[in-house]
Structure formats: C-alpha cells, structure tokens
C-alpha cells in the first residue's frame, strides 16, 4: 500500500479538534524567551552599553537600573561614591579584575560603595536580589536595609564605618524581611538607639517579623547604647559559625544601655549554635540580654566568655547545650522580675551549675589571653558534649572527633563549646602519605601532652 499522509483532524478524536486551531495559534504569538544578562560596570568602561569590559557602566546605579530581573551586574573593583535602590531580582556581584570572561570563583579586589556625603544607606534592598563581593562604608544612615517584605542573600560583604545620625542599626537593618547573610563582616558600625552592627525588627507598615540567617559572620567592634554587636527584636534569628567580639554598649540619654554583644527579644525563634561570644562591654549583661520572649532562645555549642555577668534574661530563661560558659562565676544573672533559671545540659561552667553533664574546672583554652579559645589535647570539654550536636564547628571542621580513651567513645563522642579538638596532621615523617611509623609518633606524642593512650 502506497505511504500517505494523514490529515491531522483523523489523528484525533472528535471532541479534540475544536482545540487544536487555538493551541496551535498560541503557540505562533508566544513571546519570545529573554535570557538573562550580564551588565559590566568599571572605572576604565566608557560607559555606552554595559555589554561588556571595554562599554561597561561608569556608575553601579546605572546598570541597576537598566536590569531586568534575573540579570547579573559584574562591578571590577574599585571605589564608587554613590547609593544604590535595588527594587529587582538581580544578583550583583563585585571583586572583578576587569578581564574575566566568566564569573570569578573568589573575590580578587576590593570593591568598595561609598555613600560618603550622600545622606542615604548605602543599599536598599526590597526584592529577592543577592549582593556578594562588596565593602559598603561611610553612610550617615545605614550600610544596607533591607525592607518590604524582600527575601535578600547577602554574601562576602564587608559593612563598615556606617554612623547613622540617629535611629538604630549602624551597620545593616532589615525590617520585616528575609535574608540570608553568609561570610560577612560588620564592623565600626555605631547607631545611637539599638543594633550596632545589626538590627532586625518586625516591618514599618507590614508589622511582620523578620527571619535572618547568618552564617560564618564576624560582628565586631561596634557601638550604640542597645545591643552595641546586634539587636533582634520580634522576629527570628538563626546564627551559625559566627564571631560576636568587642562591642561595646553605652550607656546615656533616653536610651538604656544593652548588652555589648547580643540582645534577643519579643515574638521569634532564635537559635545560635557554634558560635564565639567574648570580649563585649556594657553596664548590663556584657555578652547577650535576652528580654521578654515567648520561647526560649537556645544556644548549641558556644563558647562564651566574660569577667562579668555576661548573661542577663528578662522572662523566659534561654537553654545552653554543650556550651562553655566561662570567665566569671557570675556569669547568669537574673534580671528584676524574671522568672526560672536557664537549662543548662552537658556544658562546661565556671563555679558550677545544677544540670546533666555539666563540669566546672578549666576548659583549658589554647590562649585565653590572647583571645584564642580552641580547646587543648587535655581539656575536660573533649567527647564530653551531648551526644548529638552540630555536623561541623566554628572551624568548619566535621564534628565529632572521637578521641579514643577520652570521654565518650563513640559516634556522639561530641567536644563542647564552638571548635572540634582536631587531631595534629598524621604525616609526621614526611613521607608524602600516612603510614604505620606516622601512628607511632603521633601516639607518642598524643601521650606526652595528654596523658591518655
């Protein structure tokens, strides 16, 4: 039988052809598909089209706002004296050399924002943008809010000698938002009213609580009189591998002081685990207040240091697991009116405190002067955490590391406090590989420093 084509009407049944003339014609007037772009801005570019290195923008704001949602904005490094508003879903991205075909994989130069006489932050952020890569610095209002219900990741910034004239959060603030801040730094931030380097509070208008989560951040140096590291109020905080050091809360004014480090109140879930608290300063609480909450704050593997009472709580008491707590024997007090005592489980205290597997002697830091809290080969804080916890430290190094013959043997053989103990290198020889002799060694000398074989 001779091959012929079947017209496509015979190919269906009867109830489907009415749609197969619309559905063929929509798909004729469908709009073409737009594929992201990416707009270069640079010192050198002569600022035409944006296309590439040698057209690129003069200015940041002016690719910002030439981009579409889903475009990329490639800034070679250098200082731009400006502020940006970021209404879009864009990702940003500063540190390029000015030469790069392809996206770098580490941040090569300092790229700088400067709001420096300009009287705005340095960016606002109100989309689902992310920023990574930039130093934002100099502004008389804030580093960066991020406002309006916006859902922003924020990642490898430095935000820096932002003084705010009045107000709170010197460094950033985010109302009533989401984000996500992943390997940044605030530092030298001053506000007058709360949160030095960080403030996070419910939204202006919307009234919603703020969510944040920041990992492997370092908060330090910054001023104001409440909460001089950050202040979290009605909204929810996750902190992860951080660093909360040397800020200082003031006292005076119409303000009342806060704690220097950390201060947590109000409506929200918070949780802070493997992270480093030393070094703040106030006249209340020098480490974390933590005011009036509807659940209790929880800490997981932090070290905190303090030579005063570094902990004050309003209402309901916080929890510390596999925490040290160290520095001072007062280290909690409870604030007039507050109620209960806060759970303590499996932590190191000093001058001791009722609760599971709690101790109280020396953690035995490395060098607790020269601020370096890791813990020594002898320390009693070695496999004597809770036996579940955190699946790396403040290090990034995997938990847990079972020292055989030190406290709990075993896959929950967990270290307290915010680093792992890790075992020295096991090519002592210098072979290049690890082999029987190097075990030798390497158990000589675990023995030397420990006693324990």
């Not at 030439?66 to 991205?93: C, P």
């Not at 104001?224 to 050091?245: E, K, P, Q, Y």
């Not at 020098?286 to 009036?292: C, P, S």
């Not at 020292?403 to 075993?410: A, N, P, S």
């Amino acid at each position: 039988m001779p091959f012929r084509l079947i017209p496509p009407q015979m190919c269906y049944p009867k109830t489907m052809r009415p749609f197969l003339i619309p559905i063929f014609l929509a798909t004729i007037f469908l709009p073409p598909t737009t594929e992201a772009r990416t707009l270069f801005v640079s010192p050198d570019g002569d600022g035409t089209t944006g296309g590439s290195w040698e057209t690129a923008y003069n200015a940041i704001g002016n690719a910002v706002v030439v981009a579409a949602s889903g475009d990329k904005v490639w800034v070679r490094y250098g200082v731009y004296n400006e502020t940006l508003n970021i209404e879009k879903s864009i990702l940003l991205l500063g540190g390029f050399l000015g030469e790069e075909a392809v996206r770098r994989k580490t941040i090569e130069k300092e790229t700088v924002i400067s709001a420096e006489g300009l009287e705005f932050p340095v960016v606002k952020i109100g989309s689902d943008a992310t920023i990574d890569g930039f130093t934002l610095r100099d502004s008389d209002r804030a580093g960066m809010t991020i406002h309006g219900n916006a859902s922003a990741i924020v990642s490898n910034c430095r935000i820096t000698d932002n003084i705010p004239g009045g107000g709170f959060g010197g460094g950033v603030v985010v109302f009533g938002s989401v984000a996500h801040f992943t390997g940044c730094e605030f530092t030298n931030n001053w506000a007058i009213d709360a949160g030095g380097g960080i403030e996070i509070r419910r939204g202006v208008t919307s009234g919603r609580g703020s969510d944040v989560t920041m990992e492997d951040c370092i908060i330090s140096g910054n001023r104001n009189h409440r909460g001089g590291g950050m202040n979290c109020f009605d909204s929810s905080l996750t902190m992860r591998r951080c660093i909360v050091a040397e800020n200082t809360a003031i006292s005076g004014g119409e303000f009342g002081s806060g704690p220097g480090g950390i201060q947590i109140g109000g409506e929200g879930v918070v949780r802070i685990e493997d992270c480093l608290v030393y070094g703040n300063r106030a006249n209340r609480g020098d480490q974390i207040t933590v005011g009036t909450c509807e659940v209790p704050a929880i800490f997981q593997n932090c070290t905190i240091v303090s030579d005063n009472a570094g902990i004050v709580w309003d209402d309901i008491a916080p929890v510390f697991r596999s925490c040290i707590l160290w520095g001072s024997t007062s280290i909690f007090e409870r604030a007039q009116g507050a109620e209960g005592d806060p759970v303590v489980a499996f932590s190191c205290i000093q001058g001791g405190y009722e609760g599971p597997g709690n101790i109280s002697v020396d953690p035995l830091f490395v060098d607790e002067a020269g601020e370096d809290f890791h813990l020594q080969p002898q320390s009693p804080c070695l496999d004597t955490a809770d036996t579940e916890g955190p699946s790396d430290d403040l290090d990034g190094n995997p938990r847990p590391r079972d020292l055989f013959g030190v406290g709990r043997d075993g896959p929950g053989a967990f270290d307290m406090g915010a680093y792992e103990f890790q075992l020295p290198s096991a090519d002592l020889n210098g072979d290049g590989e690890t082999n029987m002799l190097d075990l030798l060694i390497l158990d000589r000398q675990w023995y030397s420093v420990s006693g324990v074989r």
